[in-house]
């Protein structure tokens, strides 16, 4: 009966600690207060008043008292409440300096540990955090917190099969663990154990019957994973009974009625947990409100809802927000600030927002540099996180050595990963890599069979690739007809040489009836949309008056267009349509102008032909030094008529205007090659 006497502090002190750890905060605290009156300088008493001030939501009473307690005396245990209470109040930065001490003081302290494992973790330094925890294990082995701790930690990065044994190892010394058994049944889901997390779930209701949170799970899990909704329903709604304020019940009854198709209910509860400043609830009514499922889209509600979710530090809010800003819905269109969002919401983890801060990286937009080696470095986060667009891109660095040291087998990593999610573009460029052999011998069967994949996904490249395989021949039997049925698909698609070719399939009746305004409809659409060679193509069927009435003038545009993007076919027929004056009024100088542009791209016939405006000083001063640089360069093209040209210019030169003549076209040769 003395352990129990009014006046005993030590056992008033012991029975305080007892009613803490069982969840009697508010009973503790006057029990302490009591003992505080006969030991006002007892930093043991204290500390144990700030942590029961903490455990009542009072983090600034909770300081003051940690405070007093190291002024008396320092120790880790007080030094880790004070992280705690500063994390609580929002001061990250002034929250890091007690938990250093902490360390400092006592480096194997189990809760300064445990409690940077989730500083760690809340800044998504999941490894650290692993690391952390692992040291803590050594310190405590049987403490089913840092278990709990570490489980959660796998999960996030992705390990859940590991997550699972630490989770299962937590419940196994805590068996009414119930952060473990909620995040054992979690892991199971993404392990697709489903019969498991079932019995998670429901052993978690058994154990806590009163627990709206632990329903509204069971009943988010029936309705997700086994479709069950009518027993989700039901299971729902007694969580609503159970605590109709509890924010998470409505947020989780909101995501069932999405999937039930009854977007204005899901709205009702969606509004009611987001009132409570449930982050998560107000990122999901902003998307609501955005996307004009229930109702009208009304952006500016959506952008409310979502600064108020990113406000918290919800990290799909800020990256949401981001979106709203690069779009411009709903707020002034703002790259920059965009792209600003877009790192908070990357360092905290999203895997989408990583990879759209990758794009603006490799693509210098938003006001970044361009920065190949920095946009791996997010294609590679987000990639590990399993998104399959970072994980291609990421590939594709790797097999063209952009940013990152080039490695081919690298990109087949990544390309696999990316594929094997169904990803059309990384099964085609795993495709095109097993057939090139760039990884040794090359291998056809693989190729082909992912190419089809990616071509039955809809990849317009390759559909092409496919077609292009067919037409010449290339490790399958030649087949025009199979070959115009891929560019076909190809085309359609929008796949602008897919249209080309197609195109010359209808014009040479190769696989297909022979159609040649068939073949001007195919090349008008690629020559639209800016291909150079069908602008070519274009112009010599207005020319000939094949498959569309001849029209100089027509024709003379389409090589105008394709001259100017430096196609140096087209330009050497505006230099004869120039000449000849034929659909445009004739101007020698001009069409000396075209056939210079064409030579310079290294046209043998262009080069002949300025050749003789030189000899002949059409369009061009005379200067027989000039024509000889340009017909030897014609020669070296292989062009024969050019041969019998410099044979009757050669009496016309003597032997010093001729060297000099050949000097400049060695030299005119080596900065072609060095450009």
């Known amino acids: 009966m003395l352990a129990l006497a009014p006046g005993n502090v030590d056992a008033s002190l012991g029975i305080a600690h007892c009613d803490l750890s069982r969840g009697r905060a508010q009973r503790a605290l006057r029990a302490l207060e009591r003992c505080r009156r006969r030991r006002p300088r007892d930093a043991e008493i204290l500390l144990a008043i700030g942590r029961a001030r903490l455990c009542l939501g009072r983090p600034k009473r909770a300081e003051r008292a940690l405070r007093a307690a190291l002024a008396l005396r320092e120790s880790a245990d007080a030094h880790v409440a004070l992280h705690e209470c500063l994390a609580r109040r929002g001061l990250a930065a002034q929250a890091e300096a007690p938990l250093q001490r902490a360390l400092i003081l006592d480096p194997d302290h189990v809760g300064a540990r445990l ?44 390990a859940n099969a590991e997550g699972r044994r630490a989770l299962r190892r937590a419940l196994r010394l805590d068996p009414r663990a119930t952060q473990a058994r909620r995040l054992l049944a979690g892991a199971c889901v993404a392990l697709r154990r489903l019969g498991e997390a079932e019995m998670q779930y429901r052993a978690w209701v058994a154990e806590r019957p009163r627990s709206a949170v632990a329903r509204a799970c069971l009943g988010a899990f029936l309705s997700r ?57 107000q990122n999901a009514l902003a998307c609501l409100y955005a996307s004009g499922v229930a109702g009208r889209v009304c952006f500016d509600r959506a952008i409310r809802w979502l600064r108020k979710a990113a406000a918290s530090g919800d990290a799909h809010a800020l990256f949401n927000l981001a979106v709203r800003y690069d779009r411009g819905e709903g707020v002034e269109e703002d790259p920059a600030r965009a792209a600003r969002l877009y790192r908070r919401a990357a360092s905290r983890g999203v895997a989408h927002a990583q990879y759209n801060l990758g794009l603006l990286y490799a693509a210098g937009a938003a006001g970044m540099p361009r920065d190949r080696a920095r946009a791996a470095v997010w294609y590679e986060k987000a990639a590990e996180q399993g998104d399959a667009r970072a994980q291609c891109n990421l590939g594709c660095l790797y097999d063209h050595g952009i940013g990152v040291a080039q490695d081919s087998q690298r990109a087949l990593h990544w390309f696999h990963k990316a594929a094997r999610q169904g990803h059309a573009y990384a099964q085609y460029n795993l495709g095109v890599l097993y057939d090139s052999g760039e990884l040794g011998a090359r291998d056809v069967e693989r190729a082909l069979r992912w190419l089809h994949r990616s071509a039955r996904k809809g990849c317009d490249s390759a559909q092409f690739y496919l077609g292009l395989l067919h037409e010449t021949g290339d490790g399958v039997g030649r087949c025009y007809t199979t070959a115009s049925a891929w560019y076909e698909r190809a085309a359609r698609r929008g796949h602008l040489p897919a249209q080309y070719n197609l195109a010359m399939l209808y014009l040479t009746g190769r696989g297909v009836r022979e159609d040649a305004a068939r073949a001007a409809i195919w090349l008008e659409r690629a020559g639209a949309a800016g291909l150079a060679e069908a602008q070519h193509s274009l112009g010599f069927l207005y020319q000939l008056g094949r498959g569309v009435p001849r029209d100089p003038r027509r024709s003379f545009w389409w090589f105008s267009k394709a001259g100017h993007q430096g196609h140096a076919a087209a330009q050497l027929c505006l230099g004869v349509l120039y000449l000849r004056g034929d659909g445009v009024p004739r101007n020698p100088a001009r069409a000396a102008r075209w056939y210079a542009r064409a030579a310079a ?71 072609q090659e060095l450009a």
């Open 115 to 158: 409690a940077l494992a989730r500083a760690l973790r809340a800044r998504a330094k999941r490894a650290a955090a692993e690391r952390a925890l692992r040291r803590a294990l050594r310190s405590a082995p049987r403490c089913a917190a840092i278990w709990i701790e570490l489980g959660a930690t796998l999960v996030e990065r992705g």
């Open 225 to 281: 994973e086994r479709r069950a909704f009518r027993e989700a329903e039901r299971t729902l709604r007694r969580a609503l009974v159970l605590d109709d304020g509890q924010p998470l019940a409505h947020y989780l009854y909101a995501a069932h009625l999405l999937r039930c198709d009854r977007p204005r209910q899901a709205q009702h509860h969606l509004l009611r947990a987001a009132r409570r400043g449930m982050a998560p609830a």
């Open 601 to 671: 791209g290294g046209n043998a016939n262009a080069q002949r032909r300025l050749a003789r405006c030189y000899a002949s000083g059409v369009g061009v001063p005379p200067s027989l030094t000039e024509a000889y640089k340009w017909i030897t360069l014609a020669c070296l093209g292989g062009d024969n008529e050019a041969r019998r040209l410099r044979a009757s210019l050669e009496p016309y030169l003597s032997a010093r205007e001729r060297w000099d003549a050949q000097r400049l076209a060695r030299e005119w040769q080596l900065e």
